[in-house]
C-alpha cells in the first residue's frame, strides 16, 4: 500500500514567488497535517484537517501560508509571497482517528529553499 | 513548561548495550502515546505506540509508560550502529478530541561501535 505522497521533493525559488507544496494522504485516512521543520524550531504543527474540514490553523506563521483540501484524497499548502525565512522542509502525515487511535505517518517531506 | 520535553542529547552508547531515551509530558489527560525515529534528511518514522501503563515491548525495543509520574521512555536492547538517529517522542494533548500530536524536540541517539 502506497504511503504519504508529496511533491515537489525540493523546491528552490526565488523571494516573491509562489509555492504549491502538495500532498496525497494514505488512502482511507481522514486527518491529514502538515508541519514544517528546521533546525532552530523543530517540528512545527502548521494546519490540519478532518475529514477535508481545517480544524486548526494556530499553527500557520502568518498570512503568506494558505492549505486546502478540496477532497479525500489531496491537499496543497500555498506560501505567497515566498520569504528566504520559509526555507524548511514541509511534511505532510496522515492518520485515521476513527477509532480513537492517532498515530500519523509522514511523506518524504518537501525540501524547500527561497533565495 | 513545553508539553513534551525531552533531551536534546547527543546521547552515546557503545553497540550492544542498552539505549534508554526519556520524555516527560505536562497533561494528565494524555491518552496516546508515540516514539519516532528520525534518520538526518529522512522524514519521522512511528516505531512504537503506547496506550497503557506498564511495558509494551517489539523486538529490541520496549516502550515503557507511568502515567501517574508523567513520563515515556524508549529502551533500545542491543543498540546497533543503524540506530543512530534522532528519537521524537509524540503525546496527545488530551484537552482535545480532536486527532493532533504534540512532538518533543527529539533526543539525538549516537551508537558508538
Known amino acids: 500500500d502506497a504511503g504519504v505522497i508529496q511533491s515537489p521533493r525540493h523546491e528552490v525559488t526565488e523571494m516573491g514567488q509562489e509555492v504549491t507544496l502538495r500532498c496525497k494522504p494514505i488512502?482511507?485516512?481522514?486527518?491529514l497535517f502538515w508541519y514544517r521543520q528546521t533546525m532552530m524550531r523543530g517540528l512545527e504543527l502548521l494546519i490540519y484537517?478532518?475529514?477535508?474540514?481545517?480544524?486548526?490553523d494556530s499553527g500557520m506563521p502568518e498570512d503568506r501560508f494558505s492549505a486546502k483540501m478540496p477532497n479525500a484524497s489531496f491537499s496543497t499548502l500555498k506560501i505567497q509571497p515566498s520569504e528566504p525565512r520559509d526555507s524548511a522542509v514541509y511534511f505532510c502525515?496522515?492518520?485515521?482517528?476513527?477509532?480513537?487511535?492517532?498515530?500519523?505517518?509522514f511523506g518524504p517531506g518537501t525540501r524547500l529553499t527561497v533565495t | 513548561q513545553k508539553e513534551v520535553e525531552q533531551n536534546s542529547g547527543p546521547l552515546s552508547v557503545p553497540e550492544g548495550a542498552i539505549a534508554s531515551l526519556n520524555c516527560t509530558y505536562s497533561?494528565?489527560?494524555?491518552?496516546?502515546f508515540f516514539w519516532y525515529r528520525q534518520y538526518s534528511g529522512k522524514s519521522p518514522e512511528l516505531i512504537m505506540s503506547?496506550?497503557?501503563?506498564g511495558d509494551k515491548e517489539d523486538g529490541r525495543f520496549t516502550a515503557q509508560l507511568n502515567k501517574a509520574s508523567q513520563y515515556v521512555s524508549l529502551l533500545i536492547r542491543d543498540s546497533q550502529p543503524s540506530d543512530s538517529a534522532t528519537y521524537l517522542c509524540?503525546?496527545?494533548?488530551?484537552?482535545?478530541?480532536?486527532?493532533?500530536?504534540?512532538f518533543g524536540s527529539g533526543t539525538r541517539l549516537s551508537i558508538r561501535p
Open positions: 502525515a496522515s492518520s485515521d482517528n476513527r477509532g480513537g487511535v492517532y498515530e500519523q505517518y
Open positions: 509524540a503525546v496527545d494533548p488530551g484537552y482535545s478530541s480532536a486527532s493532533k500530536i504534540i
Open positions: 488512502s482511507g485516512h481522514n486527518s
Open positions: 484537517f478532518n475529514n477535508n474540514v481545517p480544524i486548526d
Open positions: 497533561d494528565r489527560g494524555s491518552q496516546s
Open positions: 503506547i496506550y497503557s501503563n
